[in-house]
């Protein structure tokens, strides 16, 4: 069974916003994300002001007519947004590594793959698809330190741990991606 991946840099990828929230739902309302229906439908509500976003890149993953995944991600602005969970990230990093290591760099903000297709590649195939023309290779993202499974996932592919949260917490982690130039600076956990 053959998965194409298709990329997105424009509103034309509105016309799946069904497909996408059928998606996110088998992605992160199981465990260990426990979303709800309506953090699904705040992801899809915000689709239309992202594809708006500077540097604005989604890709889907298309098997036999439907979608089974997908990846979303823009430039980050300067300076930082205050919104969401960036002044957790910023926190992380401080003042200086924040503007230098990720205002400017291409930020995923979602990976989803439904259960069915996991395991397959397709993750990897669509990360790659959204960071393959990031600036100079400047890619970061941000996940859950509850989710070890997704921390592995992203190390296993050279993404590098930047933030090291308490491993017993609830907070979040940066992860600059496998061509980032700030890769070597990152701080080694405690």
């Known amino acids: 069974m053959t998965t194409d991946i298709r990329v997105h840099r424009d509103a034309g990828i509105l016309t799946h916003t069904e497909s996408l929230h059928s998606v996110y739902v088998d992605a992160f309302c199981a ?43 823009w430039t980050t602005p300067s300076p930082l947004p205050t919104d969401r969970c960036y002044p957790q990230a910023a926190a992380g990093l401080g003042n200086d590594r924040t503007a230098d290591w990720l205002c400017g760099a291409r930020e995923i903000d979602e990976l989803a793959v ?27 993202l941000l996940t859950s330190v509850r989710n070890g499974r997704a921390m592995a996932f992203y190390r296993r592919h050279g993404w590098t741990q930047a933030t090291h949260p308490s491993p017993d917490g609830k907070g ?19």
């Open 31 to 73: 465990p260990p994300w426990h979303e709800d229906e309506a953090q699904a439908t705040e992801f899809v509500s915000r689709l239309p002001a992202n594809v708006r976003r500077a540097g604005f890149t989604a890709a889907t993953a298309v098997r036999d007519g439907e979608i089974v995944g997908f990846a979303t991600a």
């Open 114 to 140: 439904r259960p069915t297709a996991r395991g397959t590649g397709l993750a990897t195939r669509l990360l790659e698809a959204v960071t393959a023309d990031a600036p100079e290779g400047r890619a970061w």
């Open 172 to 190: 979040i982690v940066v992860f600059l991606g496998p061509r980032h130039p700030a890769r070597s600076l990152a701080p080694l956990p405690l």
